[in-house]
């Protein structure tokens, strides 16, 4: 085409593009669940923007908000069309294939190693998928704001933009055009497509509809001559009365021929899951929503879940999931994004998946929704993001978040807690074994950050700690569990903090302590440290780190004739060694074997810390 512009792609978007053309994946169906959730965003785009401005919906058929899908068997092209948001033009070359996200070289990495291509909408590169199918993929978009433009690629490393002066106009939206490979045969049939939206866009909130064509039978005339029989020949009463206007008063003969007509079939019910009652929604329907809210397609469930209605002042619905694995870049972004990964609706009407005034940081591991009644719904977002509501709902959502995470806990047989525990059924127990350590493992790191940044909140976290100790034999523990161990007489909560927990057992300050029984716990985690400036106490328990000045393992009667004895020797080596660099030399009860031992100051940084920070590896 002459006015086509020609346009690079970004390099990792083409090496991305490489790896999906050239997959052996064998789940190829993907491509049409990630379009339609483009779609479906695109959608929620010009909705949102219409609560403040109705007339940019257009009439007729551009204010519908839906999907369409088309099949074009002869020249197999699909076509997935929206009357979405569209894209301008500079739109279309940014967002396919100029732009890389920070997702895509994730992904690409990801990929290399033997990734799940599944995952692929996780990264923020879904639309690529569908050269899994097409070696030709044409992208028409209409933007209020611009004319209708036409991308498209071979996946040849480039792709070039036209402006259309051929398709019919769109009004508004996008459609995706694939040329379908010859290896994709299967999607050249209008019941795969059906089956596999049905399968995946079950969530979906707009209506989506495919071209359907069905074989009917149908009454025409029959020829004069031919004789048809009486009875068989059954035709309706508007046929004939068509046939008595032009054939006067004779009696018309039909006969019955195979037609085939098309029409818009509707592929799925919009539902809102969280609008039902939670009695009624089975555990399946709700794993099944958290893979599409999370566009995670394996096959592992939440962990946990939690729907609730909050009435009172601030009305609203939530539903709020631990999911099976922590994102890609949990911790990676976390101190420089504010990624959280509920959505916001209002009266069901999607505002915004980035709202960070819903949960605190720590909890962005977090999936779910929150939709709400008492929020305005013809505001801006900036309006919206200062409205005296939220503060009200995030509390809320994060004590019902806290609590579910303590309800995998209490419902694992693993937890072996003495406390009484809530009656789990047995069928149950199988599947609960083991969760709490999986959800630890997973996101252990935010319940530490949590510690540290939420003081409101730090003892039902502290309650949600788990950790390995002199004791604990290989498995976590927590501190009620320490609390309940702690000999008779002992204060303070003993730690220590290190690189590993088998550095650590070889540690000359446990000497005692272990001789003595007493439970010391193992921090190995850099974070551990900073958790440790902000966890004080717990239960009235003081924590006290073993490596520092302050341990207090009791009165034993022999101290004062030790410190007798050695006080030439104790006064010889603060001589010799007191300086800037050390503050005392102290007879000590807290070593066995080893002479002696260097302890860091109460307030001071532990040995570890100054690793820490050495190596700046938090
Ligand atoms: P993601 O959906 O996670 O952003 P994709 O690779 O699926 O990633 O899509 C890339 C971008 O292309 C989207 O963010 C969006 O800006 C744009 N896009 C894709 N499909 C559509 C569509 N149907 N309508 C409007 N914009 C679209
Ligand atoms: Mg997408």
């Avoid at 021929?257 to 399946?284: G, M, Q």
């Avoid at 927590?478 to 070889?506: C, H, N, P, V, W």
Wanted: negative net charge; glycine residues 4%.
């Amino acid at each position: 085409r002459n006015s086509a512009e020609k346009f690079e792609f970004q390099a990792e978007v083409s090496r991305l593009m490489d790896i999906i053309i050239n997959s052996l994946y064998s789940n190829k169906d993907i491509f049409l669940r990630e379009l339609i959730s483009n779609a479906s965003d695109a959608l929620d785009k010009i909705r949102f923007l219409a609560l403040t401005d109705k007339e940019i919906l257009g009439e007729g058929d551009d204010a519908k908000l839906e999907i369409q899908i088309k099949l074009d068997k002869e020249n197999k092209i699909l076509s997935i069309r929206d009357r979405g948001i569209g894209m301008t033009k500079e739109d279309l070359i940014k967002n396919l294939g100029t732009i890389a996200k920070s997702g895509t070289s994730a992904f690409v990495e990801k990929m290399q190693t033997g990734g799940d291509l599944n995952l692929i909408g996780q990264f923020g590169v879904g639309f690529y998928s569908v050269y899994l199918v097409a070696d030709y993929v044409e992208v028409i978009s209409k933007h209020n704001d611009d004319k209708q433009y036409v991308w498209e690629s071979k996946a040849d490393g480039s792709f070039a933009i036209s402006e259309d002066e051929w398709n019919e106009p769109l009004g508004r939206g996008t459609e995706i055009r694939l040329h379908l490979r010859d290896e994709a045969g299967e999607y050249v049939a209008e019941s795969k497509l059906k089956e596999l939206v049905k399968k995946y866009s079950e969530f979906i909130n707009f209506p989506i509809s495919i071209w359907t064509s069905r074989e009917v039978n149908v009454e025409v005339p029959a020829d004069e001559d031919e004789s048809t029989e009486e009875g068989t020949s059954e035709s309706t009463s508007e046929e004939e009365e068509v046939e008595d206007e032009e054939d006067g008063e004779k009696k018309p003969k039909t006969k019955t021929v195979k037609e085939t007509t098309y029409e818009w079939e509707v592929l799925n019910d919009v539902k809102a899951i969280w609008l039902r009652t939670p009695k009624e929604v089975t555990d399946e329907e709700y794993a099944k929503f958290y893979r599409s809210l999370a566009k995670d397609f394996s096959e592992e469930k939440p962990l946990s879940w939690s729907h609730f209605t909050a009435e009172g002042d601030v009305e609203f619905k939530a539903l709020l999931f631990v999911p099976p694995k922590a994102p890609h870049d949990l911790y990676e972004s976390y101190y420089n994004s504010n990624k959280s990964n509920l959505k916001l609706f209002v009266r069901r009407v999607f505002i915004s998946d980035e709202f960070d005034e819903l949960l605190p940081k720590y909890l962005n591991f977090l999936m779910g929704l929150v939709d709400s009644d008492t929020l305005p719904l013809n505001v801006s977002r900036e309006m919206l993001q200062q409205h005296s509501s939220l503060k009200t709902i995030k509390k809320k959502l994060i004590r019902k978040a806290l609590d579910m995470i303590r309800r995998i806990a209490e419902e694992d047989p693993d937890e072996s807690s003495d406390k009484e525990k809530t009656d789990v059924e047995s069928s149950d127990k199988d599947e609960k074994k083991g969760q709490y350590t999986k959800f630890w493992n997973e996101f252990g790191k935010s319940v530490k950050l949590g510690i540290i940044e939420d003081a409101s909140n730090r003892n039902r976290l502290a309650k949600l700690l788990r950790f390995e100790s002199t004791k604990s034999g290989g498995k976590l523990a927590s501190l009620d569990q320490y609390i309940s161990r702690m000999k008779a007489g002992q204060k303070d909560i003993f730690y220590i903090t290190g690189t590993s927990k088998e550095q650590l057992e070889k540690s000359p300050f446990l000497e005692r302590l272990t001789k003595k029984n007493y439970e010391v716990i193992f921090f190995t985690d850099p974070v551990d440290e900073y958790l440790m400036q902000y966890l004080m106490e717990y239960e009235d328990k003081k924590f006290q780190n073993v490596s520092k000045e302050g341990l207090k393992l009791g009165k034993d009667s022999k101290d004062k004739e030790v410190k007798d004895t050695f006080k030439d020797l104790t006064k010889w080596w603060k001589d010799v060694l007191v300086s800037e660099n050390v503050d005392s030399v102290k007879i000590s009860n807290r070593l066995d074997n080893s002479p002696c031992v260097v302890v860091t100051s109460k307030y001071g940084w532990s040995a570890n810390m100054e690793r820490i920070m050495q190596s700046q590896t938090l």
